[in-house]
């Protein structure tokens, strides 16, 4: 039996996808790398945004083709859209399963059940599941980098957020599995390890018999030291959380990549207490001046919505001055898109008419990617170590690796190949991507 899966969303999605086809091997299940030939396809969904949900509504419509004209493909749809629209996904005539984020285990009874009795579903959420135990199938190619979740759902309540609705409880997992998989991964030759959960700094492991907790700063550190050579990443730091301690750890260890990811979504005060984000633009700014003061070669990256509930002219203009005064490497920029059943949903208008969020949106764009271009056109000139990731998506005959501040770096192939560690210096630049020559 043949299992084809897409996947929608972040990294963890990416992660979970993993963790399902590592279960549904288990039960039988080979994966394939095209739906032509799958006895099952699933597809891993994201609700953060409805843009992103309609995406999904229009692979069913193929998958549902698909069906047509190849009976006994069973179709079953995962992740945070399963768990947002349950039994609603069911009446889809494409769909055959629904199975939310923490149901992956039943899969297998799951799928073998719709050939005796129909349509299945399962999305009960867990307040102890993480897959601590599975190892995940990896579906990278070249072997290079890996995820590794260390944690399941969110307990914040951003108001404007789905994921605590669709993901449940915040829960950490077990050190030592985490650390196990880690050594998994070196062994099979993998050369950075990209630590996961949607706010890392609230990581948190009590040994029930030593009574020993383990922090994110903690477990950062002894992921790094089990081999100087592998690089570490992590993602996503909460600027209400993001400690001291976790910057020192860094610090402390050269192979701990010089880059966080640390979403700001707005520049105003008042945007900030409606999203419930716990923290001001003053704390936000006093993080960036320690990550500047005890790490002054990291890059700093970060998420924006523009056009919440209410946002004014004056508050558009905080987050572009934010912005300016931070001078991230990149950002993720989006509009704000209303989640049903979320507090935003329940208590603001979404107000901002349609056009505005879009010219807002733009205006933060437009000023990012310059920043980002002048950032990048003062790296001209400078040498970095690259991991190499692949080939380059324009030419074979070229190699695409990121510098420790997460700087996709293209240059000419020259016999290196990926997972391959090479010194490069930098000629020219855009906003995106850094060309460079190999230096012997
Ligand atoms: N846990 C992470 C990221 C969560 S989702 C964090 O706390 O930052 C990734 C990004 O999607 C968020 O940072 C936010 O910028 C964006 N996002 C989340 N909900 C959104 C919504 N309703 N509309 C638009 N963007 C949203
Ligand atoms: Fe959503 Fe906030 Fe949790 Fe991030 S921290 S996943 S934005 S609720
Ligand atoms: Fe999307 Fe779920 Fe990730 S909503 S961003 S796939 S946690």
């Known amino acids: ?176 599995s985490i650390l196990r998989e880690a050594r998994c991964l070196i062994e099979a030759g993998y050369k950075e390890i990209n630590l996961l959960g949607q706010n890392v700094d609230s990581y948190r492991w009590t040994d029930p018999e030593s009574g020993e907790t383990v922090d994110f700063a903690g477990l950062l550190e002894k992921v790094a030291e089990l081999d100087p ?30 880059h966080i990811h640390l979403p700001v979504q707005s520049g105003s005060n008042a945007m900030l207490e409606k999203m419930n984000r716990k923290y001001t633009r003053e704390h936000y700014l006093g993080r960036i001046a320690r990550i500047r003061e005890i790490l002054p070669d990291c890059a700093i990256t970060t998420d924006v919505i523009a056009g919440f509930c209410g946002e ?53 764009i437009a000023q990012q990617n310059e920043i980002s271009q002048a950032i990048n056109r003062s790296l001209e000139g400078q040498c970095f170590e690259v991991l190499v990731e692949c080939t380059s998506k324009r030419s074979e005959a070229e190699l695409m690796g990121r510098s420790s501040q997460n700087k996709s770096c293209v240059f000419p192939a020259a016999g290196h190949k990926p997972g391959d560690t090479v010194k490069v210096r930098v000629l020219s630049s855009t906003s995106a991507t850094l060309r460079c020559e190999v230096v012997e």
């Open 312 to 364: 004014t002219e004056e508050d558009h203009q905080a987050t572009l001055s934010l912005m300016r005064d931070v001078r991230y490497d990149s950002a993720f920029m989006f509009q704000y898109s209303e989640r049903p059943g979320t507090k935003a949903s329940r208590h603001f208008p979404d107000d901002v008419p349609a056009e505005v969020k879009t010219r807002r949106l733009n205006e933060i």
């Open 229 to 258: 050579k592998i690089r570490i990443r992590f993602a996503t730091s909460h600027p209400k959380d993001m400690s001291d301690a976790v910057l020192l750890a860094m610090s402390r260890h050269a192979n701990i990549c010089r």
């Open 1 to 176: 039996m043949k299992v084809f899966i897409e996947t929608y969303g972040c990294q963890m999605n990416v992660n979970d996808s993993e963790v399902a086809l590592s279960i549904l091997q288990k039960a039988g299940y080979d994966r394939c790398e095209s739906m032509d030939v799958a006895d099952l396809i699933l597809i891993n969904t994201c609700s953060v945004r409805d843009n992103a949900e309609q995406r999904v509504m229009g692979r069913l419509d193929v998958f549902r083709q698909e069906k047509r004209r190849r009976s006994g493909v069973v179709v079953g749809v995962l992740g945070c859209m399963a768990e947002r629209l349950k039994e609603k996904l069911l009446e889809h005539p494409a769909v055959d399963i629904v199975a939310g984020p923490d149901a992956y285990r039943d899969l297998p009874r799951l799928v073998a059940a719709v050939t005796s009795s129909g349509k299945q579903i399962n999305t009960i959420l867990s307040h102890e599941e993480t897959y601590g135990d599975i190892a995940p199938v990896r579906m990278d190619r070249d072997g290079v980098t890996a995820f590794i979740s260390i944690m399941r759902g969110c307990n914040n309540v951003c108001s404007y957020c789905i994921v605590p609705f669709v993901r449940g409880a915040e829960r950490s997992r077990d050190p030592h």
